[in-house]
């Protein structure tokens, strides 16, 4: 899937040494604690890209879906290489994930769940059309496995996805 800046294709062996690493920074670590045994390969419940940029792993998108009828939507979690943080890399992959998920996955309303005080990640997913839905009180566990913070819950419809600003 190509979008404005990014290239998102299928997570292969040939990535993991880089998303491993950019997973590794601190920036990122922050928000997505250590990988489980054999990720991104072997987890499973979600399809993972690479993000590209100029053919250099940037970053990685995800989303999962529920698949029941009365409840069918997509979720979608990323991260992205601090070194490109503030370019539009991430709002790019997020927006382009999203297009596919709508026009070609036929998701009606599209997920994503930041932490309550990730305000750069808040910002970008508010470009690509999402809204603040309320917070979710002590919704994820700390990075350092202490503690709980709150996660704030964003939707985007199908219909608003080409109408943000």
């Known amino acids: 899937m190509r ?21 590794s920074t601190p920036e990122v670590h922050a928000r997505w604690r250590a990988p ?7 987890e499973t419940g979600s399809t993972r890209y690479a993000v590209l940029v100029d ?3 940037r970053g990685l998108v995800q989303y999962g879906e529920e698949d029941d009828a009365d ?28 297009r596919h998920l709508v026009h070609d996955r036929g998701h009606h309303r599209l997920v994503i769940d930041p932490a309550a005080d990730n305000e750069p990640a808040i910002r970008c997913y508010a470009k690509v059309g999402f809204r603040p839905v309320g917070v979710m009180r002590r919704y994820e566990r700390d990075a350092d496995g202490d503690g709980w913070h709150d996660g704030l819950l964003m939707d985007l419809l199908a219909d608003e996805l080409d109408a943000a600003p």
């Open 71 to 98: 409840y069918r939507h997509a979720s979608i979690d990323v991260f992205v290489d601090p070194a490109v943080h503030g370019r539009g890399v991430g709002t790019d992959a997020v927006r382009t994930l999203a």
């Open 36 to 42: 489980s045994e054999g990720w991104p390969l072997l």
């Open 55 to 57: 053919d250099v792993v």
């Open 3 to 23: 979008g404005e800046h990014v290239v998102l294709v299928l997570v292969a062996a040939a990535h993991v040494d880089d998303l491993l690493r950019l997973r």
